[in-house]
């Protein structure tokens, strides 16, 4: 039946009210979540005079919305409720003007613990779609959001974790697609998640259906009362003229009190983020091992990466071709290697193939014979096998270059002004990117088959993999983002099922399921992250989000460092050490001898990976808690009972030594700073 609010759900402890003027207030004990006026902003396009128009709704009777001279001028968006029950609402945002009406589902969840709010896809309704097209919806805008001053941070999933205090004070507003667009690749936003913490506990906002298709909107300082927030936008159409994206969307709320066992806000939402993948098909360490036994060998290894030839960057790619380290070197480094104790490895090759590092893609095979040619490769995988080396190599399957014999300009991505997609200029040339339809059946199901025939197995590496983005090439079209990630998907699965084993260069949570491990963490943001908008005005610290989501699954990997303070760091945040060497140095790629890192390779091996490694004593688990007991001291309890305490500062910390950790079972609290 159709009433008019307000209206209250009832769950637990929990309370969730539904104002007449578009407030809704979620309510547990004493705490209490609210946004600052609209329910929801629509976003719609009005063609006749074509532009994109915004209404809040519930509108003020003080604004006029729509276009000038036209139909939708004064469209208002009012709130309907035509269905209570005992746990959920059933509203409808009508804007009667323009013949638009979306429903939104609100669900209190059984326990209290928050809310859903569900937009069933079935439910849109369009009345005139050829004048006014619905492009995306911002929901509870500003839910939660705190004021400047207060003390807590907004979390946000970009690189590692983005951590950003209430202290700023100029406003900034800035947009991001969750799984990065390629215009936004600097931000790496992987993970469709975002919290706010205040002193009353953490709110964690989650993207559980329709994450392809949506963005963040961040903010701080913002306008009058100066807000510090983040709120979903849920974008139907990218650009007006798109056919409208199908499918339910559906955002999950959930809030952790102050005291929380979880400790930290950001492992709350960690934490949240990680049992909704599990859900989706996220596996165990263990899990795995149980049809996957390479991919627990892979996660117990050091992780090394052998640079073996390239050519110097220039857009016809007919650069000098250099190499680093040929397959009878390899062998000597990773000889080595096993003299100084570092035994249990895994072991990348890169450039391998045709003209080196991407120096002909997507063609690799046969190995370059200027490295020793398929029967070098092969020597070089019989004796990594007899030795208990793990041997995979490095492919980018969705890179072309016209250099090579296999380069059709017909399989690139077209873009939606019938340009094709074209990259930096690298070892091949001028770099374009293969549809992955393409990639998948004519590059990946061939090579993947042929290098097994070889003898790799155990693992593979993919290069960089991201910036999701539709094809509009005629012959081959990929129409959405989703439809682009599922492709990309089947990639990682053909490798997982071949190899055994499969990391990439960087994380994106459409794969997270499909892969056992990542070559950058990015703990320390590079200057072209830190260049965008994201970096400029959000980033304040490093938190470990991504950690807290993966340890018990993947390995989360950062480049190696070195001294103390670097190891201490890692074990901290929970990331594994890997590094990237050659025979001779690679100075155009930054690639060091193996002599230079032979003594630090060593060291970080022991440190981690040794008989009494700090990796081997905590294993695979899961994070369970962490507390930052104050600045650079923190405690972190995994879920096979292990408690590891580090301290990162010069002074001791009660019972810390400065500059050490502890791993054990113990179970003495640690007071917290005050």
């Known amino acids: 039946m159709q009433s008019t609010p307000p209206h209250t759900l009832r769950a637990g402890n929990s309370t969730l009210e539904l104002a007449a003027d578009g407030r809704l207030v979620f309510a547990r004990g004493p705490d209490r979540w609210t946004n600052n006026g609209a329910l929801a902003v629509l976003h719609y396009y009005d063609r006749q005079h074509p532009r994109a128009q915004v209404v809040a709704v519930p509108s003020s009777d003080n604004y006029s919305y729509g276009t000038a001279g036209t139909t939708s001028m004064s469209c208002k968006g009012v709130i309907s409720v035509i269905e209570t029950g005992t746990n959920c609402l059933e509203v409808t945002l009508c804007f009667a003007a323009i013949q638009l009406s979306i429903p939104l589902h609100f669900v209190l969840l059984p326990g209290g613990e928050g809310l859903t709010v569900t937009i069933p896809d079935n439910g849109i309704q369009e009345g005139h779609p050829r004048l006014y097209r619905l492009l995306g919806l911002e929901v509870l805008p500003e839910f939660g959001a705190a004021r400047t001053g207060e003390p807590g941070y907004l979390l946000l999933p970009n690189w590692f974790g983005c951590q950003c205090f209430f202290n700023k004070d100029y406003p900034r507003e800035v947009w991001q697609t969750i799984y990065s667009s390629n215009d936004q690749w600097e931000n790496v936003c992987n993970m469709p998640l975002f919290g706010i913490t205040r002193a009353q506990g953490t709110l964690c906002g989650l993207v559980t259906q329709g994450a392809n298709d949506a963005q963040l909107v961040c903010r701080q300082h913002w306008e009058r009362e100066h807000t510090n927030s983040v709120h979903p936008h849920l974008v139907y159409r990218w650009q007006q003229a798109d056919e409208r994206l199908a499918g339910t969307r559906q955002i999950q709320y959930t809030f952790a009190a102050p005291d929380s066992a979880d400790g930290e806000g950001y492992v709350f939402c960690g934490k949240t983020y990680r049992r909704h993948l599990q859900q989706q098909g996220l596996l165990s360490w263990a899990e795995k091992a149980k049809t996957r036994p390479a991919a627990l060998d892979y996660a117990q290894r050091f992780f090394l ?370």
Not at 358 to 377: F, I, Q, V
Not at 512 to 538: E, N, V
Not at 650 to 659: S, V
């Open 305 to 674: 990466k052998i640079f073996m030839a390239y050519k110097d960057p220039q857009p016809d790619g007919q650069g000098p071709y250099h190499v680093g380290c040929t397959f009878a070197e390899a062998r000597q480094i990773l000889e080595q290697c096993r003299t100084r104790g570092m035994t249990r490895l895994t072991v990348v090759l890169v450039g391998w193939g045709q003209d080196g590092h991407d120096g002909k893609c997507p063609t690799y095979l046969p190995p370059d014979s200027r490295l020793g040619g398929e029967e070098g490769m092969r020597r070089l995988i019989d004796w990594c096998r007899e030795q208990d080396i793990q041997l995979g190599v490095h492919t980018s399957h969705d890179g072309a270059y016209s250099c090579s014999g296999e380069f059709n300009p017909d399989d690139l991505v077209m873009h939606r002004t019938g340009e094709r997609w074209e990259s930096i200029v690298w070892s091949g040339g001028q770099a374009h990117r293969l549809c992955p339809t393409v990639s998948l059946e004519k590059h990946v199901k061939r090579d993947l088959p042929l290098l097994a025939g070889l003898g790799v197995h155990g693992h593979h590496h993919y290069d960089a993999v991201g910036s999701f983005m539709p094809c509009h090439a005629p012959a081959h079209p990929v129409a959405t983002r989703s439809a682009y990630i599922a492709l990309i998907r089947q990639q990682f699965a053909a490798a997982q099922q071949i190899m055994g084993s499969v990391s990439t260069e960087m994380p994106f949570g459409p794969y997270f399921d499909l892969t056992d491990g990542f070559f950058h963490s990015y703990i320390h943001p590079y200057q072209w992250h830190r260049a965008s908008a994201i970096g400029r005005y959000f980033y304040d610290r490093t938190v470990p989000l991504l950690t807290v989501v993966l340890h018990g699954s993947c390995n989360c990997g950062q480049t190696m460092g070195s001294g103390l303070a670097w190891q201490l760091e890692m074990l901290d945040l929970g990331t594994t050490p890997q590094t990237e060497v050659s025979m001779r140095p690679c100075q155009a790629f930054g690639i060091p001898a193996y002599a230079e890192r032979a003594d630090l390779m060593a060291e970080t091996y022991k440190f981690f990976q040794g008989p009494t490694g700090v990796l081997q004593r905590i294993g695979q688990a899961a994070v369970e808690s962490r507390r930052e007991l104050a600045e650079g001291v923190t405690e972190t309890h995994y879920d096979n009972g292990l408690i590891v305490r580090v301290n990162r500062t010069p002074q001791p910390f009660g019972p810390l030594p400065a500059m050490s950790f502890t791993i054990n079972s113990d179970a003495t609290p640690v007071a917290k700073s005050k």
